[in-house]
């Protein structure tokens, strides 16, 4: 396996890996939104603030249930299927501790020759 990490052969499936990571991200912050927006509700006395609450609570409650819909439909999820889940949560989990030992900045960040064409040429002062 070529250790080039900054060679573009070795991101493969690296943008589904991060839209997962990112979606997860977004779906634990909805649900610490709909948490959030709960206990700020049963604190609250005045009317108008709690109509307000409570229509935040449902759109945060409607933007957790989006995301999971999305993630599951995408695979990226499993809440019903605990053995699949557990895959995919140890491969996280390995992918965490590989990105972790990866030597992402290499003395030699020359990438010449790495691309279908070299970058135009510094003439006079402007690029060509």
Do not use: C
Request: proline share 5%; charged share 25%; no cysteine.
């Amino acid at each position: 396996m070529n250790n080039d990490y900054l060679d573009p052969i070795n991101s493969l499936h690296m943008p589904e890996l991060a839209d997962m990571t990112l979606a997860m991200d977004f779906l634990i912050r909805a649900k610490e939104g709909v948490r959030n927006t709960a206990v700020a509700l049963t604190e609250t006395v005045a009317p108008d603030a709690r109509a307000l609450l409570r229509n935040q609570l449902r759109q945060a409650i409607a933007l957790h249930q989006e995301i999971t819909e999305l993630m599951i439909r995408k695979k990226w999820f499993h809440p019903y299927e605990l053995k699949e889940q557990y895959k995919l949560d140890m491969l996280s989990a390995n992918n965490t501790v590989k990105i972790g030992q990866m030597n992402l900045f290499p003395e030699d960040t020359r990438r010449k020759g790495m691309f279908d064409r070299t970058p135009d040429e510094h003439i006079g002062g402007h690029f060509a």
